[in-house]
């Protein structure tokens, strides 16, 4: 007397869950793109910044070499030149002189060779060469030669020195030209971090603004569709009444309030009469709308504690709380000329005794209806009261 209960899929609700997974993809997708481009908005301010460092740097030593090594070439220029090729003439005073000023020399080629050659644009290399070559003319041999053996021509050196001054001057003024646009370049990268982040963080803002949107209409959607889901689950798709997984939930909660309450719970399973004969004359559809109708009548029928399910095909079950064997027959007349077509049914009864199973108080239920056909159909039968409530026949 069971079949199994139609599947219901309703294709807008299955567009509605692609609709919301997608969504929840794109917000995981726009979190995640976002991650990314603040990621690199970091990084990309740290490189600049470990540039802009590293171009002061160079910079600051640069110029502070050039400094010292300019210092060096003016002292060195005002130095008395009157030395002559005999030094030893000029006895120790002399000795010392050219002591000191060729240990200044080699003071100013040690610091112009600190400086770093590739941190060097062309022309300051150029100046560079011109200093060492000036270098050298003063000082042939570097390092140091022999003190004795240094050639000094007072006139020559001093076009020397004037060729290390100058070429100093041009190296000063290229330096201060490249710390200038360090703080150029600086003040350019600061002001644009600065800008990049502000639109980082409005971008975060408003992305953030639009995420909380998109996942709570996503999260409401959701919860939507899992409420028609669960609706969908539990509901019969032709008679729109509780299914069979809705009345074996609904009966399992009312068994558990009835053994809380001591309350009498009634269960009937009813069963249309000669339906197949009905499909037969009708036709299936009449049959379906029959059912419909029927399914529908009782509904508005019945007190809203009270449930009505399809078992399935043409056999329905009622759930009564609070109901005993008396109050269910006289509600199953009522119910009697609610189905279209006058059509008749048969009505198994059955009154729940304490430890006794949803299935087993089913299958006595099933049971009486099954002695209800026996007898002759439209007709209520009592589980273990059969004579008593038989009720007379009354063919369709
Ligand atoms: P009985 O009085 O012994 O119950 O006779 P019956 O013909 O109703 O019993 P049976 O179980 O042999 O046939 C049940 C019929 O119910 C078979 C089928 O044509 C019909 N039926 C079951 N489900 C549906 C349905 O969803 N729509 C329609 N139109 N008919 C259905
Ligand atoms: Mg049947
Ligand atoms: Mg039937």
């Known amino acids: ?6 599947a219901t899929v309703l294709p807008v609700d299955s567009i509605a869950v692609r609709r919301a997974f997608r969504r929840q993809l794109l917000i995981g997708g726009l979190v995640l793109a976002l991650l990314a481009f603040a990621t690199l908005v970091l990084l990309l301010e740290l490189r600049l910044n470990e540039e802009v460092q590293t171009g002061y740097r160079q910079a600051l030593s640069i110029a502070q070499r050039v400094l010292d090594a300019h210092r060096l ?28 000023w060729l240990s200044q020399l080699q003071h100013l080629h040690e610091q112009i060779d600190q400086i770093p050659e590739p941190s060097l644009t062309a022309d300051e290399r150029i100046r ?7 270098l050298a003319g003063i000082v042939p041999s570097a390092p140091r030669p022999a003190a004795d053996r240094v050639p000094v021509d007072p006139d020559r050196n001093r076009t020397y020195f004037e060729t290390i001054a100058s070429s100093l001057d041009a190296l000063s003024a290229s330096v201060s030209t490249r710390a200038l646009q360090a703080t150029e370049r600086s003040r350019t990268l600061d002001l644009l971090a600065r800008y990049s ?10 992305f953030g603004g639009v995420f909380s949107l998109l996942m709570w209409r996503s999260q409401a959607t959701s919860r939507e569709v899992m409420g028609a889901l669960d609706r969908m689950a539990r509901e019969d798709g032709l008679t729109g009444i509780t299914n069979r997984r809705g009345l074996d939930d609904g009966l399992m909660i009312e068994l558990a309030r009835a053994r809380r309450s001591g309350e009498t719970l009634t269960v009937v399973m009813l069963d249309l009469d000669y339906f197949k004969r009905y499909n037969d004359r009708r036709g299936h559809g009449a049959g379906d709308v029959l059912l419909r109708g029927a399914a529908q009548a009782w509904r508005r029928q019945l007190r809203p504690t009270d449930l009505l399910a399809r078992y399935g095909g043409e056999e329905f079950t009622l759930v009564l709380p609070s109901c005993d064997a008396e109050a269910a027959c006289h509600l199953i007349e009522r119910l009697r000329p609610l189905v279209p077509e006058r059509q008749t049914f048969s009505a198994g009864v059955a009154i729940w005794e304490e430890h006794e199973s949803p299935e087993q108080l089913l299958r006595r239920a099933d049971q009486a209806l099954l002695v209800a056909k026996k007898q002759g159909r439209n007709r209520t039968v009592v589980s273990g009261d059969e004579p008593q409530m038989s009720l007379p026949l009354k063919m369709a």
């Open 1 to 6: 007397m069971s079949a199994a209960p139609r």
């Open 73 to 100: 070439a003016l002292q060195l220029s005002q130095q008395p030149m009157a030395l002559t090729v005999d030094r030893m003439a000029g006895g120790n005073a002399a000795r010392q002189d050219l002591e000191r």
């Open 197 to 206: 982040l502000g639109v980082a963080a409005l971008l975060a803002v408003s």
């Open 128 to 134: 560079f060469r011109q200093i060492e070559s000036a």
